[in-house]
């Protein structure tokens, strides 16, 4: 436990340091991306958007890094939106790899609204399923449900991926914590802080055989109208 603690605590001060100079790098940052537009107009060349990808990238963990210690200064006006629509956008972006993993939507009441922060919610579930899709080494099944439940909506990723070793559950959500090469450890701290700033419950599971992560938000509007509740279950990358 004195183990755990310390490296809590070298952790969070890691994160303190790193969220200061997030916050001095971020204007820079976006001030050269607005400068780049200009360049590659008045300068047209095919190296530009590889300069411009790079560019997202080092904004993309920057804003990270912030919402997750300093999420006051990422603000966003508040909507109601649907986590369906939110899944189904998100996935748009991961058709590469539903070639070798299948995707099962199960969703019900789709029409159900929950209200935040849009975009860092979908930031969030883009960072759940990122994660789902990279443990899954070669061929699996993500499996994804939405459905109503009392008062709320509640949403769950289940993966066929590596699975979270036990002792290292309780590490899930602090920020740089990373079993992988090349990761960051900051996606789900994204995913916790957010939830929690919606009064979101998030809950995990996880054995060798995969993982599921269980998020119960609670619902503005059933969307329920007296008319049959919209309902849908099929299965993408089937080819
Ligand atoms: P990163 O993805 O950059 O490593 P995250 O905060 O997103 O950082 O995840 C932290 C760690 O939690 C991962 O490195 C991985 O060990 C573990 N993890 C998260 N989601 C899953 C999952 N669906 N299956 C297996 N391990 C996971
Ligand atoms: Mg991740």
């Given at each position: 436990l004195d183990n755990h603690n310390a490296t809590l605590n070298r952790l969070a001060a890691i994160g303190e340091v790193s969220a200061g100079i997030a916050h001095e790098i971020?204007?820079?940052?976006?001030?050269?991306?607005?400068?780049?537009?200009?360049?590659?107009?008045?300068?047209?060349?095919?190296?530009?958007?590889?300069?411009?990808?790079?560019?997202?990238?080092?904004?993309?963990?920057?804003?990270?890094?912030?919402s997750v210690s300093k999420p006051n200064l990422v603000s966003e006006p508040k909507t109601q939106f649907s986590l369906c629509a939110i899944v189904e956008n998100i996935l748009s972006l991961f058709h590469k790899e539903m070639y070798r993993v299948k995707v099962h939507k199960r969703f019900h009441h789709t029409k159900a609204m929950v209200y935040g922060k849009q975009n860092q919610v979908k930031r969030a579930i883009f960072n759940?399923?990122?994660?789902?899709?990279?443990?899954?080494?070669?061929?699996?099944?993500?499996?994804?449900?939405?459905?109503?439940?009392?008062?709320?909506?509640?949403?769950t990723i289940r993966d066929t991926g590596s699975g979270i070793p036990e002792d290292k559950l309780h590490l899930l959500g602090t920020p740089f914590f990373t079993t992988k090469e090349t990761g960051?450890?900051?996606?789900?701290?994204?995913?916790?802080?957010?939830?929690?700033?919606?009064?979101?419950?998030?809950?995990?599971?996880?054995n060798s055989e995969g993982t599921v992560f269980t998020?119960?938000?609670?619902?503005?509007?059933?969307?329920?109208?007296?008319?049959?509740?919209?309902?849908?279950?099929?299965?993408?990358?089937?080819t």
């Open positions: 971020r204007n820079p940052l976006t001030a050269v991306k607005g400068f780049l537009q200009l360049m590659e107009r008045d300068y047209p060349s095919p190296h530009w958007s590889v300069v411009q990808s790079e560019l997202e990238q080092a904004i993309g963990t920057v804003h990270e890094l912030l759940l399923l990122k994660n789902a899709f990279e443990a899954i080494e070669n061929e699996g099944t993500i499996v994804i449900e939405h459905h109503l439940s009392s008062d709320s909506v509640v949403l960051t450890g900051l996606g789900l701290s994204q995913v916790y802080s957010t939830f929690y700033e919606h009064n979101a419950d998030i809950t995990v599971e996880s998020i119960t938000f609670p619902t503005v509007s059933t969307g329920f109208d007296g008319s049959p509740v919209a309902e849908l279950t099929y299965v993408e990358g089937e």
